[in-house]
């Protein structure tokens, strides 16, 4: 059981290592990418040169933000899982090994997931790596429009702001949506005894 136990707590280490770093790699592209679209604003000004490498470098960060959303969203459902295993087996030593209980913590059922952090509900994705990406790549998306929108429109910052706006606003409500549904799919399987 203690075998079981330490391998589940490194499983959810290497879940947090992973969406750890892949939330720092995406970061920092993004970081990278508005500095280089600043050098390139302030090289060739706002001309079609500035339009062209804005539209092509956010566009491709929101793909890179989609599939390293989908990633972290994956790690964060599997360290769930580990964490209700975790707590089985906490619930396994008390059931069988009472004379632990002054050894260690007794949690009544109900809050053995919050004593590992893992809280659940609907709030549960903002508070995750993926929803921090989700709002970022929603922004990027909607910037990604909204320069397309100026550009379209001669320029015109108010259909740049008007339609980049609706847009990050739209990416936001759909993302939280597909994460809120994973998040209930997997709540769901782990308290009617899924994998």
């Known amino acids: 059981m203690t075998t079981e136990h330490f391998t589940l707590q490194g499983a ?6 992973e969406a750890t770093s892949r939330a720092t790699i995406f970061i920092g592209s993004v970081s990278a990418g508005l500095v280089a679209l600043g050098l390139i604003a302030t090289a ?8 062209a490498f804005g539209l092509i470098v956010l566009f491709t960060l929101s793909f890179v933000g989609f599939f390293t959303l989908d990633r972290a969203l994956q790690s964060g459902i599997e360290d769930f ?15 069988y090994a009472p004379e632990l209980t002054d050894y260690l913590t007794s949690v009544p ?19 995750t790596v993926a929803g921090m990406i989700g709002v ?3 922004v990027l998306t909607g910037s990604a429009t909204g320069l ?10 108010v259909a740049g702001f008007a339609t980049g706006g609706a847009v990050a606003i739209a990416m936001l409500v759909a ?6 549904r994973a998040w209930r799919r997997a709540e769901d399987q782990a308290f009617s005894g899924g994998p």
Do not use: E
């Not at 060739?44 to 339009?51: D, I, L």
């Not at 397309?148 to 910052?157: E, I, T």
């Open 136 to 138: 970022v790549t929603s």
């Open 175 to 180: 993302v939280t949506s597909v994460q809120y």
């Open 81 to 95: 899982h580990y964490g209700r295993r975790i707590a089985q087996l906490r619930a396994y030593y008390f059931a």
């Open 148 to 157: 397309l929108a100026a550009f379209v429109s001669s320029r015109s910052a």
């Open 12 to 17: 959810r280490a290497a879940t947090t290592a």
């Open 44 to 51: 060739t000004g706002t001309g079609t040169a500035f339009y």
């Open 109 to 127: 059922p109900s809050q053995r997931l919050t004593l590992q952090g893992l809280r659940g509900g609907f709030w549960q994705g903002f508070r």
